[in-house]
């Protein structure tokens, strides 16, 4: 049994598909499929149940990859760990982001990281906050930068604050609330809103402080993407509350307002807690580096007093 059997099984685990799995691991589908049924025969049992359309883990493959990936993870950790004792940071750096994140350039964020450790390789994906944050906690993830409603932090990971925003009420161009200083949420709650699904990290910051107001409001439009959802306010059929750093990157032709008392979205840094990799906490010390965050109360002051509009 060799670590490279064990990377080709997990990666058709993770795609479900040999050719996908020889494509990530950059050999030929022959070759893949070849070191898989010998460990197999060295197994004495099949690993994925085949047919001419589908490929999914048999009840012992799904045992094994368990095993694998655990297995994977602690030769990547000896390896870097040899690395580091010389002072060198080496390895893959996992890093999740959501959508809107504004707090910090992350392009130019890991453009920094790579220059300071250029032996990192940095794999990054896109997600919501929750889903991020389970990442994290499983391993899957070494960093993600989140998106949350004040007042809740990410649990079970270590985090720092990198920003807060006060969001912002979004209304299509010639709306007359534009440029509103001195909104209440009870002047939203008789509109129609955009916002992300139900249940969401995202949802939950407008929810939390409409909940709290003790008003209701009409999401009639659910969408997974701040683009879509710009897009819907400035076709004139929704109005939406979002973080003004991610009003002010859209093309969307839209004007804003201040809220009084309105939901504050706070972007964390969050890590391992109980074990970060090297990578992870030389990419910490990397944010650590570039980002001033003040740390509010959680009443916090009026943020971003300056309305924009598109």
């Not at 002010?248 to 807690?273: C, I, N």
Request: proline letters at 4%; a negative charge.
């Amino acid at each position: 049994m060799e670590l490279q059997q064990l990377r080709y099984v997990v990666e058709v685990a993770d795609s479900l598909s040999f050719t996908r799995a020889a494509e990530r691991c950059f050999v030929t589908q022959s070759a893949l499929s070849h070191q898989i049924a010998s460990l197999e025969r060295e197994l004495g049992r099949r690993l994925f149940v085949r047919s001419s359309r589908s490929v999914r883990l048999s009840e012992a493959g799904a045992a094994f990859v368990a095993h694998a990936r655990i297995a994977l993870r602690a030769a990547e950790e000896a390896k870097e760990d040899a690395a580091a004792a010389d002072g060198v940071v080496e390895g893959t750096l996992r890093i999740g982001v959501i959508p809107t994140v504004t707090a910090v350039d992350v392009p130019a964020l890991l453009v920094t990281y790579r220059a300071a450790h250029p032996r990192v390789r940095v794999e990054l994906q896109v997600g919501n906050s929750d889903t991020l944050t389970t990442k994290v906690r499983s391993g899957e993830l070494d960093v993600a930068l989140l998106g949350l409603r004040e007042g809740v932090p990410p649990k079970g990971v270590a985090s720092r604050v990198l920003s807060r925003e006060r969001l912002v009420a979004v209304f299509p161009q010639g709306h007359p609330q534009g440029g509103s200083r001195g909104m209440e949420l009870s002047d939203l709650a008789g509109m129609t809103f955009a916002d992300f699904p139900a249940g969401t990290s995202g949802r939950a910051q407008s929810d939390g402080a409409f909940l709290a107001a003790g008003l209701s409001r009409d999401v009639a439009f659910e969408a997974d993407s701040a683009t879509l959802i710009l897009g819907l306010v400035e076709a004139g059929l929704a109005v939406t509350l979002l973080a003004p750093g991610t009003v002010a990157r859209s093309a969307a032709r839209v004007v804003t307002a201040q809220v009084h008392r309105g939901p504050v979205r706070v972007e964390y840094l969050a890590w391992d807690a109980a074990a970060a990799r090297q990578v992870a906490r030389a990419f910490v010390a990397v944010v650590d580096a570039l980002v001033d965050a003040p740390v509010y109360d959680e009443a916090g002051p009026e943020i971003n007093s300056e309305p924009a509009s598109h």
